[in-house]
Nanobody, 126 residues
Framework: QVRLVESGGGLVQAGGSLRLSCAAS????????MGWFRQAPGKEREFVVG????????YYADSVKGRFTGSRDNAKNTVYLQMNSLKPEDTAAYYC???????????????????WGQGTQVTVFS
């Protein structure tokens, strides 16, 4: 059983930065395609970034491209989301997710992911 635990969320002023972490346990982390999603109150869960097994390939939602960076450290079984130039519309609960043994480098559909963390809240105020 794979367990994912996010951390690093918080309250930040617009224009600021946060770095989220997601620590994985169970299974073989380096074989998982990883993703970050977010969900704001009253809205559907939204894709943020997909990260390939090695971390060499990433794919971003247009809304975060150029501001957010997804990465991973397979030696530490951890995936990261560096968020810069934050905007109030980035306010949401952020979730990491894992797709084990996927064929593609990333997936944008939340239904492709098997395992999910509990989420960490990010609130951006102006």
């Amino acid at each position: 059983q794979v367990r994912l635990v996010e951390s690093g969320g918080g309250l930040v002023q617009a224009g600021g930065s946060l770095r989220l972490s997601c620590a994985a346990s169970g299974g073989t982390f380096s074989s998982y395609v990883m993703g970050w999603f977010r969900q704001a109150p009253g809205k559907e869960r939204e894709f943020v970034v997909g990260i390939s097994r090695s971390g060499s390939n990433t794919y971003y939602a247009d809304s975060v491209k150029g501001r957010f960076t997804g990465s991973r450290d397979n030696a530490k079984n951890t995936v990261y989301l560096q968020m810069n130039s934050l905007k109030p519309e980035d306010t949401a609960a952020y979730y990491c997710a894992a797709h084990p043994n996927g064929y593609y480098n990333y997936y944008t559909d939340s239904r492709e992911y098997y395992y999910w963390g509990q989420g960490t809240q990010v609130t951006v105020f102006s």
